[in-house]
């Protein structure tokens, strides 16, 4: 027997739950996967956000594109006055009187970076001490600049299996807030989780990643945008599996347009454009192996349009193939080559490509050590002897 999916509306006057915030989408989520999952569907509207929406397994969130809005709200920041122990959940601060429950966190200091700051959401207070949902990843120090933050993804989805969020607008309001590492959070983030989509969303103004997801096997990004964020457009991270990103765009990001982080695996990047972002179009870190890379448009990022980052052998990203893609005068800023070839990546292939290089810089540069590459039916403007450098 065929089961009928709940539907929940929000937002408007009229929707089953009525009101504008991160609290009211929630409970919409909640009502719907409660029920055995359906959809939310999500009016026009300008959705105020002390914490992230958490998406839940066999929910679809759908909004109605640019006209719903969901926006970050102003920073809260205080510094820690103590030690905060790894496996705790107490927060002691200098001002606790202007944070309240249900706001969305980060917990860091000068001595923490990526999974080492803990997020969270937080639960309650007791006297001058708040307590936070998720226990500590490290130890945090006064002595070391500790801060307690509500900074937050605006939609995330985490342990979550068969979510989707669709036809949404993210607006990051980065002038109110300093940056979260892209291993903790983004506009859109995602972790140890399956079969999440995001559909035709836009994420702009993030002070952070644009999209960022960390060991998660068979996502999708289709038709998603990631504008002026201040950290990279794309965050593919931390031995995630199968994702398939398409008809995506990172326009004036100020770090990468896609960053490859550690060890991804057996992926498909099409159609997508990267543009005008501060850092490299493409950069490939270490152990990202088995990847796609066709019918993409790469143009005036300030580094290379595709890098390898220089790294050991041991380390090396492998088996990528890059086809019919068009790279046009990239290294805006401080780019080496359209493409930079180091690190011994190894089975690299090159083909199909239309490469029209910055004035001065090289289409392809091969630093030494570099395996032998494949290089096929490419087309470079201009041509010459310093077309393709090797080192």
């Given at each position: ?45 300008i959705f105020m956000m002390d914490d992230a929406l958490h998406l839940a397994s066999n929910v ?303 289409a392809i540069m091969v630093t030494p050590n570099t395996p032998p590459f494949t290089l096929t ?15």
């Amino acid at each position: 027997m065929k089961l009928t999916q709940a539907i929940v509306s929000v937002g408007k006057h009229g929707s089953d739950i009525e009101g504008f915030t991160n609290s009211h989408l929630q409970s919409a989520v909640e009502r719907v996967a409660s029920l055995g999952g359906g959809a939310v569907e999500v009016s026009a509207g300008i959705f105020m956000m002390d914490d992230a929406l958490h998406l839940a397994s066999n929910v679809t969130v759908r909004g109605q594109g640019a006209a719903t809005v969901f926006r970050k709200t102003p920073m809260r920041k205080a510094a820690i006055t103590t030690i905060l122990g790894y496996g705790h959940t107490d927060i002691i601060t200098d001002n606790p009187d202007i944070f309240k429950v249900g706001d969305g966190v980060v917990i860091s200091s000068a001595q923490s970076h990526g999974f080492l700051d803990t997020t969270g959401t937080l639960l309650r207070r007791e006297g001058d001490i708040w307590f936070n949902s998720r226990t500590f990843n490290n130890d945090y120090n006064s002595a070391h600049n500790a801060t307690l933050r509500t900074l937050h993804p605006l939609v995330d989805a985490v342990g979550a299996t068969n979510a989707s969020l669709e036809e949404v607008t993210l607006d990051g309001n980065a002038a109110f807030n300093e940056q979260i590492n892209g291993c903790r959070g983004a506009a859109f983030y995602a972790l140890n989780s399956q079969q999440i989509t995001a559909h035709k969303v836009a994420a702009h103004d993030f002070n952070g990643d644009g999209f960022s997801f960390q060991t998660c096997d068979n996502l999708t990004l289709d038709t998603c945008f990631a504008e002026k964020c201040h950290g990279n457009g794309f965050h593919p991270g931390s031995g995630s599996n199968r994702f398939h990103i398409k008809n995506c765009t990172a326009r004036a990001c100020h770090g990468c347009g896609l960053f490859y982080c550690l060890r991804v695996r057996n992926s498909i990047l099409e159609t997508s454009l990267f543009e005008d972002n501060h850092s490299h179009g493409i950069y490939i870190w270490a152990r990202d192996n088995n990847h796609i890379n066709r019918h993409l448009t790469i143009r005036r990022n300030g580094g290379c349009g595709i890098c390898y980052m220089n790294i050991p052998p041991s380390h090396s990203s492998n088996n990528h193939t890059f086809s019919e893609c068009t790279l046009t005068e990239n290294c805006t800023r401080d780019g080496q080559a359209e493409i930079l070839l180091q690190g011994s990546p190894r089975n690299t292939t090159i083909s199909g490509l239309n490469i029209t290089r910055h004035p001065g810089k090289p289409a392809i540069m091969v630093t030494p050590n570099t395996p032998p590459f494949t290089l096929t039916d490419t087309t470079i403007t201009p041509p010459g002897p310093d077309a393709i450098t090797y080192l």
